[in-house]
C-alpha cells in the first residue's frame, strides 16, 4: 500500500516542486516506486521542471472527465512516474480538484511512494492535497514570512488529523538576516529532516529540466535531497566527510 505524501508550504515559492521533483528521483535511486502527482492545478509546473510539458492527457481529464488516471501516467527518464496538469490556461476553469482522492485510490496498489505537488496559498487546492495525504512534509525558506505561512499550515494538518512528516528548509544562504535553525525549530514544533543550501545547481537543473540529484548528483543541494529521502525511509545516510565541506556546510553540519 503506497504512502501518500503531500509537499505544502503556505508560501508560494519556496521550493515545492523542486522538493518533489528531487526527493521522488532520490527515492528511486533508493530503489522506490515513485509517482509524482502534479496536484498545482491552476499554476502547475511539475511537468515543466521535469521537461515534459505536453502530454495527451493529464490529471485535468481525470478531474473533469472521468478519465481514468492510469492513462495520465508517464514514465519519466529518472525512473519515476509523473501524473502531470494541463498547462492550458482553459483548463483552469471548473476543475474539481476534490476528485484528486477519490483518484489517487486506485494508484495505492501500485507504488510504493505518492508525492503530490501542491499549490501555494492555503486555499482548496493546498488543503485538499493536505486532506487526501497520510503525511505531508513542510517547505520553508529561514525568513519570517515563510516560516509563518508553514505554521499555519502545520496547524491546519494537527486540526485535521493530517502527521506532519517534518520541515525542509530549502534555499538558506547563511546570512546573519536568515532565522537561525534553532528558532526555525521551536517556532514550528515539528522535525527538520533536510537543509537545503542556497544553490545555483537547482536553477541551472531546472534549466536542463532534470531534478538536481541527476543533474548534479555531488552537489550540495543534491546531498539535501538525498538526506531527506533517506529520512523520509527511516534509512541510514552517509553525510559526506567534514574535512570535505565547505565553511557553509560545516556551520550547517555543526548547527545539527
Ligand atoms: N535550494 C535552492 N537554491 C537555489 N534556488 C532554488 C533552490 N530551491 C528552489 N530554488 C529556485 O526557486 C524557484 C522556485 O522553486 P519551486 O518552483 O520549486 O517553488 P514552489 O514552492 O514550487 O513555487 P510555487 O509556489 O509557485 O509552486 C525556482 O526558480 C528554483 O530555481
Ligand atoms: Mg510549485
Redesign the pocket.
Known sequence: MARIISVI?GK????????VTNLGAALVKRGKNVIVVDG?VT?P?LSL?LGIPFYPITLHDVLKRGTPIEAAIYEHPTGMSVVPASLSAESVKNTKIEKLQGALLNLLGRTDVIIV?S??GLGKEALTAMKLADEILI?TNPDLPSVTDALKTIKLAEEGGVDVLGVVV??VKGKKHEMSLSEIKSMLGAPVLTI?????S??KS?KKKRPVVHHKPKSR?SMAFRKLAARILNEPFKEKPIKKMGWFERLTFWLR
Open positions: 508550504s508560494g515559492g519556496v521550493g515545492k516542486t523542486t522538493t498545482n499554476t509546473n521542471h505537488d499549490a501555494a517547505v530549502n534555499r537545503v543550501p542556497e544553490d545555483s537547482v536553477p531546472i543541494a
